[in-house]
């Protein structure tokens, strides 16, 4: 008797903690609130048929959203299968066929609709990044998925689809993690479920394999999921690659097969990678510093026990820290700071403004099927320039929960999509407490609200000199705005590379501050000639969305493409 009262008491002391934990957060996130934004919410479509478990923008003003196979019947049922047999909406079986219907649409920005796109194997929790000329590369997925190299180059004329190559990976890679190298449309391709390798597409030679990499078997964690999937990679200005598993990082000189050097754990308790689910981008890289200075940040995570404890109905608080380290250079410490509440599975993305915005996700548990509760609402705002204890905003609360399997990106004209979110292996809308979901929204920043319109820079162009394909690195180029009235002191020149997301990361996320040689002011008609990055190192070859920022206002983007001399 005395040992279940003592049980009683515990489990009582726990849960009057966690209430105060979350009337503590909501009180802290109450004091973070701006008073007066105009940030607002846009319902663009109730049913995009397939859930966004991955998405990506492409050059051609389109995002790509696509779910696994293996989830059976979606929402976008279709008329006939991909080899010619028709759907019939008479036969049972046929209704419950997943060949019957979309698991990848592609989305049309400007006309707010979709049309279908189809997948030979399954794409379940792959990654992708985009080539020099925009196509999408996509690798790795569930099953017979787990090897297959799949490519989607855009166009306009609505007849393109997934292409799947015949060439295949080295090994499985399932929760893998992919990354554009400079030299010319290679790819590095990191990990997987039970994968502690990486390999490059396209292989310099027929034999060439996989390459073992310790560092992912010390950095997984057995009962917890592993805890080290879904790795956070970038690419330093110097060629190295920063590779993020767990709480450990290190720099990796990938074409030696070397660890150039091992940072500093990061502080406190939990895990930050898949199913842990945290989320890491690089901070803007600036022109002043001639792009030397590389920053990472990584944010939120899982408590530790937390994978376990999901699996028992019992979902931990996540983590609320958040650490900033320089990679570069020879000073290498993790400054930490604390988000207004605790977040997991949530996206981290960066606006042209230089602003890092993190938004979805949960405050409680971890990424898996069923794993997570208590729905992050409120998106953040962070601010890398203000002094620690001020650089976090709260902003204004959607009310769909967008937890597993959703995903959000920056689209050209400022907005940022977000869409997704199934804690189910199959798509489910009843008796549970997050149902799949479907809705596609738009969170639309302060900045776009039109108060600001005479500050918003107008009809970007870019004009290519010498290079009709885009511009060669190093060079300069010219590009033209309207702006109504005088130009403030502080206008910028931003490039940012869209990124493939998918379970809390933006693969290939970079964005990068211009230097500008001069600007001409011809009644209103501005041109200023800008100077392209130096190398493929600070910026991979390929498409960028170029804005110009006139005092914190940006303009709506347009492509530019860097390409070698």
């Known amino acids: 008797m005395g040992d279940k009262n003592h049980l009683l008491y515990v489990v009582t002391i726990h849960a009057i903690l966690a209430l105060l934990h979350f009337i503590v957060s909501d009180a802290v996130e109450t004091l973070a609130r701006a008073g007066g934004r105009q940030e607002r919410w846009q319902l663009l479509r109730n049913n995009t048929g397939v859930v966004a478990m991955h998405m990506a923008l492409t050059h051609e003003n389109t995002v790509i959203i696509f779910d696994q196979t293996e989830a059976g019947p979606s929402q976008y049922r279709l008329h006939q ?60 997925g569930h099953g017979r998925g787990s090897q297959r190299i799949r490519y989607f180059r855009p166009c306009r004329d609505h007849l393109c689809n997934w292409q799947q190559s015949k060439r295949s990976l080295s090994g499985n890679r399932w929760y893998a993690s992919n990354l554009l190298l400079p030299q010319h449309d290679r790819v590095i391709v990191v990990g997987g479920r039970n994968a502690y390798s990486y390999e490059f597409i396209p292989k310099l030679h027929t034999k060439d394999r996989s390459f073992n990499l310790p560092f992912l078997h010390d950095t997984h964690d057995e009962d917890g999921g592993g805890n080290n999937l879904y790795h956070f990679l970038h690419l330093s200005s110097d060629g190295n690659l920063f590779i993020f598993a767990n709480r450990d990082s290190i720099l990796f000189n990938y074409q030696q097969n070397r660890v150039v050097k091992t940072f500093p754990r990061i502080p406190g308790g939990g895990s930050r990678n898949y199913p842990s689910s945290g989320s890491s981008v690089i901070l803007p890289l600036d022109h002043q510093d001639r792009f030397q200075k590389v920053e990472v940040m990584v944010c939120g995570g899982a408590a530790s026990g937390a994978y376990e404890a999901a699996a028992r109905g019992r979902f931990l608080p996540a983590l609320s820290s958040c650490g900033r380290m320089v990679i570069t250079g020879n000073n290498h410490i993790w400054k930490m700071e604390n988000m207004p509440r605790p977040r997991t599975m949530h996206d981290m993305l960066i606006l042209p403004t230089g602003h890092i915005l993190i938004i979805n996700g949960a405050r409680r548990g971890c990424a898996g099927w069923q794993n997570a509760a208590t729905p992050s609402l409120r998106p953040y705002l962070y601010n890398p320039k203000k002094s620690r204890g001020q650089r976090f905003t709260v902003l204004k609360a959607t009310r769909i929960a967008r937890m597993y399997h959703s995903s959000a990106l920056l689209l050209p004209d400022g907005r940022v999509l977000v869409s997704g979110g199934n804690p189910y ?22 900045y776009m609200d039109r108060q600001f ?20 690195y190093g060079t300069a180029f010219t590009i033209h705005f309207w702006l109504g009235r005088r130009p403030s002191k502080d206008v910028e020149y931003s490039v ?63 492509w530019v493409r860097f390409i070698p001399a």
């Open 81 to 140: 299968r991909y080899n010619g047999r028709r759907c019939s909406t008479r036969s049972r079986a046929d209704l419950k066929d997943g060949a019957c219907y979309a698991h990848s649409v592609e989305y049309y920005i400007h006309g707010n609709n979709l049309r279908p796109l189809r997948f030979v194997s399954d794409p379940w929790c792959s990654s992708g990044s985009f080539l020099s000329n925009g196509t999408l590369l996509q690798v790795g």
């Open 496 to 558: 940012y590379a869209p990124p493939f997301t998918t379970h809390s990361i933006s693969m290939n996320q970079r964005l990068l501050k211009l230097s500008r040689h001069t600007t001409r002011d011809g009644g209103g008609l501005m041109s200023a000639v800008l100077e392209a990055p130096p190398s493929p190192n600070v910026a991979p070859p390929g498409y960028y969305l170029l804005t110009v920022v006139n005092n914190g206002i940006p303009s709506l983007s347009q």
């Open 453 to 472: 319109n005479d500050l918003r820079p107008g009809n970007v162009t870019v004009e290519y000199e010498g290079h009709s394909s885009g511009v060669a």
């Open 425 to 446: 292996n199959t798509y489910t809308f009843s008796n549970v407490a997050y149902p799949t979901e479907l809705r596609l929204q738009a969170f639309v920043p302060d």
